[in-house]
């Protein structure tokens, strides 16, 4: 039997934030699968105060949201981590550090930490040794990165003999997602605004150029080099959502793609639509190869949702999993966890 099958594993929230919250709502649903035993936020409004009723609940779970991690990690010494806090591994990197030499293993929303090997490589280097140095585990993943672009795709070629290239295309209505989502693919901004932040290399979707590594060197893949673009949707019509508004003649979103080459063949072609007003949402992959692959979930797969779900699901396989930096390529097939109803 696995260690995270013989209990309840104890688990902390660092950062409680809207993914935060949703991942903190859906481990205490799980029963007995998880114990919460410590909840980390920087945010004074949320200090002292019960977690659950800070992430939305009615009913007190009696664990108070502190903001001295190191504290809460030595005192509560949990399972595991699930830590939601940032997108950029050079602003946080410490905190993964600090998780690892408490001696906990973490699954972590940061889409750097998906495959940080060639952005990141000297944190990379340090956070592997720091992990296998203290027998623990981190991993970065999420709906995407970490399956609808990349572990969906690897999978899907699960059933090849041969594999020539691989193309996924995503698209999704940002209308239907949450606040920060919709403002950070720049909706409502003039185009003029839309190239000031495009200029400061830190807007668009992060981790699509992680994916695309990902994809490349788990089949066996160098890349020679890789194409990477981001423009922006432009609204044909007025489109309202529950936070905002978008004019004819605004930024609805980004249109945000990579391919990555093997000499002047394209071996990997990720193509992502995220918009308000986006129709015929869908995740889908091609696999040019024998026996040809061809997926589609039709309405795409639900991201608020989806995130949270494999943070959660991702745990026990981490708890399992062979200690230092680890991506989903290296673990076991993700799949539901304590999700019988």
């Not at 949320?46 to 977690?51: I, N, P, T, V």
């Not at 940080?116 to 709906?143: F, K, M, Q, W």
């Amino acid at each position: 039997m696995s260690k995270a099958g013989k209990k309840s594993l104890r688990v902390v929230q660092f950062g409680i934030g809207p993914i935060g919250a949703s991942t903190l709502r859906t481990v205490l649903s799980k029963g007995d699968a998880f114990q919460l035993v410590g909840a980390i936020d920087v945010d004074p409004a949320k200090l002292g105060r019960d977690a659950a009723v800070v992430a939305g609940l009615e009913r007190p779970c009696g664990v108070q949201v502190r903001a001295d991690a190191e504290t809460v990690l030595r005192k509560t010494k949990p399972d595991l981590v699930f830590h939601t806090t940032s997108s950029f591994l050079d602003r946080m990197y410490d905190q993964l550090i600090l998780c690892a030499r408490a001696g906990c293993n973490v699954v972590s929303s940061t889409e750097e930490l998906s495959y940080p090997y060639h952005r990141h490589p000297r944190i990379s280097a340090e956070l592997d040794e720091v992990a296998r140095e203290n027998g623990v585990t981190l991993l970065g993943t999420g709906v995407n990165p970490g399956y609808a672009m990349d572990a969906l795709a690897l999978m899907a070629t699960g059933v090849c003999n041969t594999v020539k290239s691989i193309r996924v295309r995503r698209v999704v209505d940002a209308g239907k997602r949450r606040r920060p989502l919709q403002m950070k693919v720049g909706a409502g901004l003039t185009e003029t605004e839309f190239g000031e932040k495009k200029a400061t290399g830190t807007f668009g979707h992060i981790g699509l150029v992680e994916s695309l590594y990902m994809v490349a060197e788990t089949l066996g893949w160098k890349l020679d080099r890789i194409d990477e673009r981001l423009n922006p949707v432009i609204s044909t019509r007025e489109v309202k959502t529950p936070y905002l508004t978008v004019e004819a003649g605004q930024v609805a979103g980004i249109h945000h793609a990579a391919e990555g080459f093997v000499g002047a063949r394209q071996v990997v072609s990720l193509d992502l639509k995220m918009f308000v007003g986006a129709e015929d949402p869908v995740d889908a992959v091609t696999v040019v190869g024998d026996p040809p692959i061809d997926l589609a979930i039709r309405g795409g797969i639900f991201g608020d949702t989806a995130t949270v779900a494999a943070l959660v699901n991702a745990a026990p396989l981490v708890v399992d999993a062979r200690p230092g930096l680890v991506t989903v390529a290296d673990i076991p097939l993700p799949r539901a966890y304590a999700a019988i109803d």
